[in-house]
């Protein structure tokens, strides 16, 4: 055999975000083995049941992982771009701001401060532009699906202002 004639001759090493994403879905597989296991049969005379579907998940589940270790230890994977942990946090911190601020300013602002900081952490930096555009646009959703659609949507004092 040749030096380095092969594509073998390099050391390959193992893809550990692959390993750790097959661990996860292996873990969601045991969970929906074992919640469907626990379900109770109607009938036992019956092949299908309501356990079926989700033992067909858990075992799709479970292939996908043992695929995902296959080709991470070969280091199959193409590779990943550089992630950018910026915009992910100001996500983030507009779903925190809208859980905190939704039940004490309702729906219409608290979703607008997630539109308004999700906005900056994409790069629109006017939050005097985006906040207002939020607020606004999350006001028109809470209207049609808290007055004509008769759905629960938590009011604020905006809603509380125009209904």
């Not at 996860?24 to 019956?46: G, K, P």
């Amino acid at each position: 055999m040749s030096e380095g004639g092969t594509p073998f001759a390099t050391k390959r090493r193992p893809d550990w975000a692959a390993l750790v994403i097959a661990v996860f879905l292996f873990v969601v597989a045991v969970v929906i083995f074992w919640d469907a296991s626990h379900l109770r049969t109607i009938a036992q005379y019956d092949r299908i049941g309501p356990t079926t579907v989700p033992m067909v998940v858990a075992a799709g589940l479970f292939v996908l992982g043992v695929w995902t270790v296959f080709e991470a230890w070969r280091g199959d994977f193409p590779e990943r771009e550089h992630q950018e942990f910026g915009p992910v946090l100001w996500v983030v911190a507009g779903l925190l701001a809208q859980m905190a601020l939704l039940r004490l300013a309702g729906f219409s602002i608290a979703t607008g401060a997630l539109f308004a900081l999700t906005a900056f952490g994409f790069g629109k930096r006017k939050l005097w532009i985006s906040l207002p555009l939020g607020i606004v646009l999350s006001f028109i959703v809470w209207a049609i699906f808290a007055r004509l659609l008769q759905l629960t949507l938590p009011a604020g004092p905006l809603e509380h202002l125009f209904f």
